[in-house]
């Protein structure tokens, strides 16, 4: 007797059916669902609320925390410089770190139940509905959580005194890679450095999903050779 393949009900709260799938999951989440409509993970509302964050919340939440941390900078007595420069080598790291969490981290291959649960949590769901407003975004908590081990990072390779500032500076660049990445699904850009960002981000959603990792900027997909042929790609339509 031949066992059917399990069918995700999209209709239905989607976390505890996407581990049933097992290896059949990389293909199906990978088939873009593209609607404006947010689909329900949790049939517990709390846990549903939880999932959904409005871009702007970014902003409001971070900014503030990414101020902070440049004031207790400057007042270990380092000059407005200085602090603009370690910012901005905060935000220099953090390209390498946003391309090297979506390469290996946001897509990685899972075929256990939990492995894809978890993975259409943290990633999955935004490649199943590009489109949906209350996911593009990380929730705060999460960001939290991500922001121990990237502070010790930062400890690890810089002084006490400049270690405030390139966490700042690596804080703005996830604020800026979050808004940014915001815009690309959402915005409308006609010309320019945003409309050539927004066509090499959904490259990487609707035709290659194995190239174009970075958000904010494709330098590390030049560095690591994982920039996609994008002319080539619309050349053979």
Not at 57 to 83: D, E, K
Not at 174 to 179: F, G, S
């Amino acid at each position: 007797m031949v066992k059917k393949p399990f069918t995700v009900d999209l209709d239905k709260p989607l976390v505890f059916q996407v581990g049933h799938l097992g290896e059949a999951y990389d293909k199906w989440v990978h088939q873009p669902v593209v609607s404006k409509e947010c689909p329900r993970f949790f049939g517990n509302d709390f846990c549903e609320l939880l999932t959904r964050t409005k871009w702007w919340v970014i902003p409001l939440v971070w900014l503030p925390v990414v101020c902070w941390f440049v004031s207790t900078f400057i007042q270990r007595g380092l000059t407005p410089t200085q602090a603009a420069s370690a910012v901005a080598g905060g935000v220099f790291i953090w390209t390498l770190i946003e391309y090297t969490l979506h390469r290996f981290l946001f897509h990685m291959k899972t075929t256990s139940y939990w492995g894809n649960t978890l993975h259409f949590l943290l990633h999955g769901c935004h490649h199943k509905h590009p489109m949906d407003r209350l996911r593009l975004v990380f929730p705060p908590v999460a960001t939290a959580i991500l922001c121990v081990p990237v502070w010790s990072l930062f400890k690890l390779f810089s002084t006490p005194s400049t270690t405030p500032a390139l966490f700042a500076g690596g804080l703005l660049g996830y604020v800026i890679y979050d808004c940014t990445h915001y815009y690309l699904h959402h915005g409308k850009p006609s010309e320019g450095l945003s409309q050539t960002l927004k066509r090499y981000h959904l490259n990487h959603h609707f035709r290659v999903q194995s190239k174009g990792f970075g958000i904010t900027s494709s330098i590390w997909d030049h560095v690591f050779g994982t920039y996609p042929a994008m002319r080539a790609t619309e050349k053979s339509r």
